[in-house]
């Protein structure tokens, strides 16, 4: 390492983590996005039909559960053994 007065420091050493890194060619660097923006449409919109299906599915799952419950008791609150 060798540091000279108003000129910064040069360090000669080569550092194992930055030597392990993958080069990049210099015109390969900046030249077009990672990743394309697919979105089309309203993003809030589509998140909003997205948490209203979420629901009408939770209510569907919970009307099935009450269903089964009730078929599984009697009416007079025995159990019943019968499996479909």
Avoid: W
């Avoid at 050493?13 to 990672?34: C, F, H, M, R, T």
């Avoid at 394309?36 to 799952?61: K, N, Y």
């Amino acid at each position: 390492m060798k540091i000279k007065f108003g000129q910064g420091i040069e360090i000669r050493e080569v550092d194992l983590y930055k030597a392990s890194l993958p080069q990049i060619a210099a015109n390969d660097k900046g030249k077009e996005p990672l990743v394309i923006d697919t979105i089309q449409g309203h993003p809030a919109r589509e998140i909003f039909s997205l948490i209203c299906a979420d629901i009408d599915f939770l209510v569907q799952m919970r009307e099935k559960v009450i269903a089964d419950v009730v078929s599984f008791y009697d009416s007079d609150g025995s159990v019943s053994t019968d499996t479909d």
